[in-house]
């Protein structure tokens, strides 16, 4: 199968290159996946970089998401049959023409969603969903702070907010995409270069939980903006992972400051959170109340200009390749 390598196993962007790979075999668990879309995320720039390697196990071709058609069904996993469409969650391998997964990580791509639409779900969806409802227990009527609010994380996690019945204040960089984040949903957006965020959240109300992709830059405007007995919830740290906390005003306001990543858990956990993202979430997706936008699509074979655009930062949305 044609696959994207890095020689060496790091390198920039343009070391990016469309080589040759053995077709992966379904084993007992899992399925194997004719991939017609990929998404492209920050994780995957890490890794590239040599900074996020893949988990134990996991395949070292980059890749955390897909969608396709199922194509070889191992033993013991009865749920899907050879020409299933679905999506899926990788610890890796999902920039190839072929991915095998654990049949356990897979979700049926709804009807009227297509392959690239489909291959911007999993990792995004999954992400918010552990982190905004899971961790941070965001509930209808709650108010949701998200940074970095068009990014593919960002946009996901506004349209999963609004679906659930909760506000959202949304930060971006720029009018352009401050404007791109209201039209998401968000009740209120903040141009972080143009607006005093901490006084416009203050006078909006607060917010109950915070997903934070920015880090040290934003700790203090964090702990400032969260509501008594609010939740800080830490997936990326784009500023910088070093960070002052106010410890009296975390006991006085009751705070929880919390963090996760997704890639490394088990594959039992994996599991739990597909299941309980397709009980929850999914519906969502189907009645296309969450439907990221889809900032730009590019070959397999074009992945190091898929990863220029992300490091670019200037997107709205995911960035997928098609294979």
């Not at 955390?64 to 299933?84: K, N, Y």
């Given at each position: 199968m044609r696959a994207v390598e890095i020689p060496g196993g790091t390198g920039p962007a343009e070391a990016l290159r469309l080589g040759e790979r053995p077709d992966p075999v379904a084993g007992p668990g899992q399925i194997r996946i004719r991939v017609r879309a990929a998404g492209v995320n920050r994780p995957d720039l890490l890794q590239r970089q040599g900074r996020y390697p893949p988990p134990?196990?996991?395949?070292?071709?980059?890749?955390?998401?897909?969608?396709?058609?199922?194509?070889?069904?191992?033993?013991?996993?009865?749920?899907?049959?050879?020409?299933?469409?679905?999506?899926?969650?990788?610890?890796?391998?999902?920039?190839?023409?072929?991915?095998?997964?654990?049949?356990?990580?897979?979700?049926?791509?709804?009807?009227?969603?297509?392959f690239v639409e489909a291959a911007a779900l999993p990792e995004t969806v999954c992400t918010v969903f552990a982190n905004v409802f899971e961790a941070g227990g965001l509930q209808s009527g709650e108010t949701l702070l998200v940074h970095g609010a068009t990014s593919g994380i960002g946009v996901t996690a506004i349209q999963m907010a609004r679906a659930a019945g909760a506000r959202v204040i949304a930060t971006s960089r720029g009018a352009e995409k401050a404007r791109a984040a209201a039209a998401m949903g968000a009740d209120l957006s903040l141009d972080a270069r143009a607006h005093d965020l901490e006084a416009e959240i203050r006078a909006f109300g607060g917010a109950d939980v915070v997903l934070d992709m920015v880090g040290a830059e934003?700790?203090?405007?964090?702990?400032?903006?969260?509501?008594?007995?609010?939740?800080?919830?830490?997936?990326?740290?784009?500023?910088?992972?070093?960070?002052?906390?106010?410890?009296?005003?975390?006991?006085?306001?009751?705070?929880?400051?919390?963090?996760?990543?997704?890639?490394?858990?088990?594959?039992d956990e994996k599991a739990r959170l597909i299941a309980a993202v397709e009980a929850t979430a999914w519906p969502w997706v189907a009645s296309e109340l969450v439907r990221p936008p889809i900032e730009a699509t590019f070959p397999l074979e074009q992945a190091s200009a898929a990863h220029l655009r992300l490091e670019a930062g200037g997107h709205v949305g995911k960035i997928v390749l098609t294979a």
């Open positions: 134990p196990g996991a395949s070292d071709i980059l890749g955390l998401e897909i969608a396709g058609e199922v194509d070889q069904v191992g033993e013991g996993a009865p749920r899907w049959s050879v020409g299933d469409r679905v999506c899926a969650l990788l610890g890796g391998g999902g920039y190839a023409e072929y991915a095998v997964v654990d049949a356990r990580h897979a979700l049926p791509i709804p009807p009227g969603l297509d934003y700790a203090a405007l964090n702990q400032a903006a969260l509501k008594p007995f609010g939740r800080w919830v830490v997936i990326a740290t784009l500023s910088g992972g070093r960070a002052e906390i106010d410890l009296g005003r975390l006991m006085m306001k009751r705070l929880v400051l919390t963090g996760s990543t997704l890639r490394a858990r088990p594959a």
